[in-house]
């Protein structure tokens, strides 16, 4: 169990520094593009930024998953699963969306929306690793 749990924890620490990155540096940077450029840029950085994230985010569902599977009834991973089913909800439902908007030829008002939208996944992935963090602290002193 405790391997699933850093599994957990590294998952979702290495996609709060992702998050964060692309939060204050890369989404800011979009308008720096020019309008003619960017829906090529838009098209190479969605599918750069999908083969470092996608695999990140698959271990953190699957290890939600089957942390809330074996410890059945244990509130902390039904809570900590519901934060990644909204993070998909906001990926899919609002990133993606905006993101092809961009590849379509999509302003400066996309990326402003970009930017802001992402700001919930950017605070979910935060909670979360606060969450898992004090869980694991949590764990370790009572096995001390």
């Known amino acids: 169990m405790t391997e699933l749990i850093l599994l957990q924890l590294v ?20 308008l ?6 960017r829906g090529e840029y838009c098209k190479k950085h969605m599918r750069r930024t999908t083969a470092v994230v996608l695999p990140l985010m698959l271990l ?15 509130i902390f991973w039904l809570v900590n699963l519901a934060f990644i089913l909204f993070i998909w909800i906001s990926s899919f439902f609002i990133q993606v969306p905006l993101h ?13 929306r970009l930017v802001t939208g992402n700001w919930i996944r950017t605070i979910l992935w935060t909670i979360r690793l606060g ?6 602290y949590c764990l370790i002193k009572t096995s001390i």
């Open 100 to 112: 092809y908007k961009l590849v379509s030829g999509g302003d400066n008002k996309i990326v402003e």
């Open 32 to 37: 720096l593009v020019p309008l003619e450029a």
């Open 60 to 74: 953190e569902m699957v290890t939600a998953v089957l942390l809330c599977v074996f410890l059945w009834g244990n």
């Open 131 to 136: 969450m898992l963090t004090f869980y694991l």
């Open 11 to 30: 998952a979702t620490f290495l996609m709060t520094g992702v998050i964060w990155f692309v939060q204050v540096v890369h989404y800011p940077l979009f």
